[in-house]
């Protein structure tokens, strides 16, 4: 079946830790995004990729850093940097990158501090 | 920028009752709008979306109506059941490379039997 796989569905940081989170789409899609969710919000872009080797920061990239050296894998990276890390991290994909088009979202990472 | 506005941000309703949620965006150039459905602990669903060149689009028990003129659009669930409750959110975007979904913030539908 083809889908979206985001690994670790829980993980934990400690202060000062950078955190990858994995993100894998074996739907042939050529855009990927990067959302945050808090409880009670909507979700929120943290970054967007709409080919190999090209990614742009969303509304909230400050903290985080992306790659996207394969078609099919877009990790995500909380860096030390980010003071508010604990949140439901999705990952989402499409078929382009024009925001008209529908958008195929993981199961999500849930990340906390330790 | 695009602002989408959600209400109400819960509802609870009877089984075989329907279910109204409610959106409004600002930026009169957005073209898309779709809705999806997250349950606990997983990732949103698409659950239907339509184009503004279109008034209405029904997908068996689910309808979504778009009024460009007052910018607002709704999501229409007739016959609720158990397996409705979740959480809602609706989105809009204006559809160009490079522009983003913009959620509201959701609401949480609970259908009790």
């Known amino acids: 079946d083809g889908g979206i796989t985001q690994s670790p569905k829980y993980l934990f940081r400690k202060e000062g830790q950078n955190v990858t989170l994995s993100c894998e789409q074996n739907?042939?899609?050529?855009?990927m995004y990067w959302y945050r969710q808090d409880p009670g919000q909507g979700l929120r872009l943290i970054y967007y990729?709409?080919?190999?080797?090209?990614?742009q920061k969303g509304d909230i990239a400050e903290g985080y850093s992306v790659s996207r050296e394969k078609k099919e894998s877009f990790p995500l990276t909380v860096t030390s940097a980010q003071k508010n890390p604990t949140a439901f991290y999705l990952c989402?994909?499409?078929?382009?990158?024009?925001?008209?088009?529908?958008?195929?979202f993981g199961d999500g990472t849930r990340l906390s501090i330790l | 920028g695009e602002n989408v506005e959600q209400h109400p941000s819960t509802l609870s309703v009877q089984e075989g009752d329907s279910a109204v949620i409610k959106c409004t965006y600002s930026?009169?150039?957005?073209?898309?709008f779709p809705w999806y459905k997250q349950e606990l602990g997983k990732g949103p669903q698409l659950i239907i979306d339509?184009?503004?060149?279109?008034g209405e689009k029904k997908d068996q028990r689910i309808a979504v109506t778009l009024n460009k003129t007052a910018k607002h659009f709704s999501l229409h669930i007739t016959e609720t059941q158990p397996e409705d409750s979740a959480v809602y959110f609706c989105?809009?975007?204006?559809?160009?490379?490079?522009?983003?979904?913009?959620f509201g913030k959701g609401t949480t539908l609970s259908v009790s039997s």
């Open positions: 989105a809009a975007s204006k559809g160009q490379a490079g522009t983003a979904l913009i």
């Open positions: 989402a994909s499409s078929i382009v990158a024009h925001s008209n088009q529908p958008q195929h």
């Open positions: 739907l042939n899609h050529d855009a």
């Open positions: 990729s709409q080919i190999v080797n090209d990614f």
């Open positions: 339509i184009r503004s060149n279109v």
């Open positions: 930026d009169s150039a957005s073209n898309y």
